[in-house]
């Protein structure tokens, strides 16, 4: 019991929900963190390694990133210990009975996150009428076919550029995690002028310093396939993403690729955060010294989630879009700009300017 209180500090969590359905396989947690500006919202992650502490991490990072992007939300998490690749039939079992489990845990609202999708949440809206983030034949805003996340992480990286004087015609882009937020990264800034020198995924890394073809390796992925299946490129191991000299460099993984023991491998001038929790607290210390600019992830990947809460809340995919771009090119200024004047690190910025937004909340709530 003590080891659930050690997540516990002034913000949260306020509830670590663990569900045990010996009969259909289920185990999960669930982490409400915070719920002072409003139901917390926070996606389904299913991974065989997932655990409580991973949800409490995730679950904070959330309370932080609504309160950041001004959401109406407090932040929250789940994971299902569970492979994401099993069949359907045996997926959509386990994603049913995990949504029947939180029925009355009403302040925590599902969304989809790795390992689960648009259709997990079509079937957690059929048990329990309470999900974000659905297909577009639902009502939903296909955030992942679109690219919500990758999209913010784009104008986050516009105005960073801006900041440090890089020229994004040009500019060497690296990709780890090449899924549903890495390869909408880089088609973005594709689009823009930048060029993909290097992507990974959970089979290794290819990279080109001439360039790799964004559209060839989406396709790849669409077809199931992975990044070491493009005939161009060299092909190197995993961990070989850190060591490939770029500009712009993005973890769209799991959590803690970047630590103590790697991170001064890397060569890059700008670091977009678009997993949650991608670099130990020790790595973004090590990236700063070198002069390397962290653009930290529960501001500058809130793509996804702006777009699941205009969703929930009746928007349109415009409506969307545009929300993501304004308040993520506003946050990230508002970072760089704190960060300069106050002398602090990005990461204390960020945390800062959520907090307060969050115990501003609080203090209203106390006095209703």
């Known amino acids: 019991m003590a080891d659930m209180f050690s997540f516990a500090d002034d913000l949260g969590p306020a509830k670590i929900v663990h569900i045990s359905l010996y009969q259909v396989g289920l185990r999960a947690v669930v982490a409400v963190d915070n719920t002072a500006c409003g139901p917390a919202i926070g996606g389904v992650r299913m991974a065989p390694d997932a655990s409580a502490e991973e949800a409490c991490r995730l679950a904070r990072a959330m309370t932080l990133k609504n309160a950041a992007a001004g959401l109406p939300h407090g932040g929250g998490k789940s994971v299902i210990l569970a492979d994401p690749k099993m069949p359907a039939n045996d997926k959509e ?31 957690v809206q059929d048990e329990i009428g309470r ?23 784009c104008a986050a990286v516009e105005v960073a550029a801006k900041a440090i004087n890089l020229d994004l015609k040009g500019a060497r882009v690296a990709v780890q995690g090449f899924g549903a937020v890495g390869k909408h990264a880089a088609r973005f800034l594709a689009e823009r002028g930048c060029v993909l020198v290097a992507a990974s995924d ?22 199931g396939k992975s990044v070491m299946d493009l005939p161009q ?34 060569k890059a001038r ?8 991608p670099c130990t607290p020790e790595a973004e210390a090590i990236l700063e010294t070198h002069g ?3 653009l930290p992830d529960f501001v500058v990947n809130a793509g996804g989630v702006i777009c699941a809460a205009t969703e929930y809340h009746g928007g349109t995919q415009t409506m969307a879009f545009a929300a993501i771009d304004e308040k993520i090119r506003r946050n990230t200024a508002l970072l760089i700009e704190k960060s300069r004047r106050e ?6 910025a960020a945390v800062g300017l959520a907090t307060e937004r969050i115990w501003n909340a609080q203090r209203a709530r106390r006095w209703r």
Do not use: Q
């Open 93 to 123: 079992r386990l994603v049913r009975a995990f949504a029947s489990a939180i029925k009355d845990l009403t302040e925590y609202i599902p969304g989809p996150d790795m390992g689960t999708d648009e259709l997990a949440m079509g079937w």
């Open 131 to 153: 999900a974000a983030g659905l297909t577009r034949e639902l009502g939903g805003i296909p955030l992942d076919e679109l690219g919500a996340t990758g999209f913010g992480l």
């Open 202 to 223: 959970s089979r290794g890394t290819v990279s080109s310093s001439d360039g790799l073809d964004v559209a060839a390796l989406i396709s790849l992925k669409e077809a």
């Open 233 to 266: 490129g060299e092909k190197e191991t995993l961990e070989a993403i850190i060591d490939v000299p770029c500009d712009i460099w993005i973890p769209a993984a799991r959590p803690d690729v970047l630590h103590k023991d790697n991170a001064a491998r890397l």
């Open 270 to 277: 700008i670091v977009a955060e678009g997993a949650n929790i």
């Open 292 to 294: 390397v600019l962290i």
């Open 343 to 348: 002398r602090v690190s990005m990461r204390e």
